[in-house]
């Protein structure tokens, strides 16, 4: 078994800039409809929402990146982060399978675990890729 990490830390005021500025074709490139549709469900803290995201999407890229092959734009929306019935952000890692091609014959992905937190200003998340051997 292997276990990498990765984390990540933005400032919403950059990805509300993004969005404001780039509209959809940022929000479309970057994330999922179902995560555009749970960011915008919470208009008073939604640019938090997406900076959160944003910054799981970069923190699975960094613990995965030594492991695969595509590195071109649809790996954003092949990240996709949903929430489980009691509000725990998981990342769906069948839909990322499809997307990537793993760089050694010998392992797979098995299983990504993420924490988000956002305040005003900033989001930071966290992962942790469990790779199997053999």
Request: hydrophobic share 40%.
């Amino acid at each position: 078994m292997k276990i990498t990490t990765g984390i990540d830390i933005i400032e919403v005021e950059r990805i509300k800039k993004a969005i404001e500025d780039l509209g959809d074709s940022f929000l479309n490139r970057i994330f999922t409809e179902k995560e555009i549709e749970y960011c915008n469900k919470s208009d008073a803290i939604k640019y938090q929402h997406f900076a959160a995201r944003f910054a799981v999407k970069e923190a699975v890229f960094k613990a995965i990146s030594n492991y695969i092959q595509d590195r071109d734009d649809g790996l954003w929306t092949s990240i996709e982060i949903v929430n489980l019935e009691g509000g725990k952000p998981e990342i769906n890692v069948e839909k990322l399978m499809k997307k990537i091609t793993l760089t050694v014959d010998n392992i797979s992905l098995k299983d990504i675990d993420v924490s988000i937190s956002h305040l005003k200003d900033y989001a930071v998340a966290s992962a942790v890729a469990v790779f199997e051997e053999g």
